[in-house]
């Protein structure tokens, strides 16, 4: 396993570590805990912040093609829109079922998209 592959796993320990606080919080109910609320929080929106910064530093060395950016553009509007739906989901005002449900599904597509991504990556020249 060579150095960039060991960094993709370490994005998968984060993406476990978001996914297992987000099921505990769920399962302990509101109100959340403040650590694991911000463990989850905090871990969610630094990982996004720190591909952005790999993708701009890689993007430096090795220009991305353009199927590379469109992958990386939809996997970070996914990010995003979990992150949003994250900070609806755990305000204290009642929200329409559709809100839970985005923060439900959003995760998997932000995963399956970023995995995407980083797979195209792994074949970048
Ligand atoms: C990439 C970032 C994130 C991912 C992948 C993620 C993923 C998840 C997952 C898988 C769950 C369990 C959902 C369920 O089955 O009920 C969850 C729950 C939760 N997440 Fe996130 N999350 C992210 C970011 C955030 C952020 C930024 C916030 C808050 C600002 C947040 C707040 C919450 C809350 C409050 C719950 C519990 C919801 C409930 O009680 O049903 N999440 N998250």
């Known amino acids: 396993m060579n150095i960039f592959e060991l960094r993709f796993v370490n994005i998968g320990i984060f993406f476990l570590l978001i996914f297992s606080s987000g099921y505990w919080l769920h399962h302990a109910g509101k109100p959340y805990g403040a650590i694991l609320f911000n463990v989850h929080k905090l871990i969610g929106f630094g990982l996004f912040v720190f591909l952005i910064v790999r993708i701009y ?3 430096h060395t090795t220009p991305l093609s353009a199927v590379e950016w469109l992958a990386f553009v939809i996997a970070g509007l996914f990010f995003i829109a979990t992150i949003v739906f994250g900070g609806l989901v755990s305000i204290d005002k009642p929200m329409p079922a559709v ?15 970023t995995a995407i991504s980083l797979y195209l990556l792994l074949r970048h020249k």
């Open 57 to 59: 530093q890689l993007n």
């Open 99 to 113: 809100v839970a449900l985005a923060h439900k599904l959003l995760p998997y597509l932000t995963v399956v998209s």
